[in-house]
């Protein structure tokens, strides 16, 4: 099977934009999850959708959200773009709600 | 919710040498907790999991043993060969096995694995 496709995988955005990225799950896997990966903060949950619905969210403002589609693709969108948010997008798609694997990630500069 | 801890941050061992690294939770429902591997640039890559209901288990160089009572876990590696070189990241969920959806996860900050020739 192909493994978690995510698009761009690049972006350079100013302050006070948008940005919608998108991920692509292994071909059967209803859940996906998306997490922040910075640094100084390391891995932290956004949140995970499992058909079309969020069941879970972690501890990040509303300007960063998502959704996913009957085919099980997702996209988050970030809005009101701040320094803050520059960091690598991954999300991780799952069978069955444990075993995650994750895309390559959208590495997105804010400047 | 649920804190992960993980030492050390940076481990350095000989190649053919054990490597060790130890994770604490916090939340008692926290059930599934997998390891995974990144290399620079790349995506993080799961290597091995455990569920609660488990002690040990192994892959080849690879086991992880967990305790509940300490609600502790630990990665080791064996026979340490220079492609072991990465960050290592544990984490922790809850998972209620029904295969719909699941906790995110919560991961440790990572240890640097150098394996040295």
């Known amino acids: 099977k192909a493994g978690v496709t995510q698009t761009p995988r690049y972006l350079i955005k100013t302050r006070g934009q948008q940005v919608t990225l998108s991920c692509s799950p292994i071909?059967?896997?209803?859940?996906v999850s998306w997490y922040q990966q910075t640094p100084g903060q390391g891995l932290q949950f956004l949140f995970e959708?499992?058909?079309?619905?969020?069941?879970n969210k972690g501890n990040f403002p509303g300007r960063f959200s998502g959704r996913q589609f009957s085919n099980s693709r997702s996209e988050m969108n970030v809005s009101t773009l701040e320094l803050g948010d520059s960091a690598l997008y991954l999300c991780?798609?799952?069978?069955?709600?444990?075993?995650?694997?994750f895309g390559p990630g959208t590495r997105l500069t804010v400047l | 919710g649920e804190n992960v801890e993980q030492h050390p941050s940076t481990l350095s061992v000989q190649e053919g040498d054990s490597a060790v690294i130890k994770c604490t939770y916090s939340?008692?429902?926290?059930?599934?907790f997998p390891w995974y591997k990144q290399e620079l640039g790349k995506r993080p890559q799961l290597i091995i999991d455990?569920?609660?209901?488990?002690g040990e288990k192994k892959d080849q160089r690879i086991a992880v043993t967990l305790n509940k009572t300490a609600k502790h876990f630990s990665l080791h590696i064996t026979e340490t060969q220079p492609e072991d070189s990465a960050v290592y990241f544990c984490?922790?969920?809850?998972?209620?096995?029904?295969?719909?959806?699941?906790?995110?996860?919560?991961f440790g900050k990572g240890t640097h694995l150098i394996i040295q020739p």
């Open positions: 991780a798609s799952s069978e069955r709600g444990a075993e995650q694997f």
């Open positions: 071909s059967g896997h209803r859940s």
């Open positions: 959708y499992f058909s079309e619905t969020q069941r």
């Open positions: 939340d008692s429902a926290s059930n599934y």
């Open positions: 455990i569920r609660s209901n488990v």
């Open positions: 984490a922790a969920s809850r998972w209620d096995g029904s295969g719909g959806g699941a906790d995110g996860l919560t």
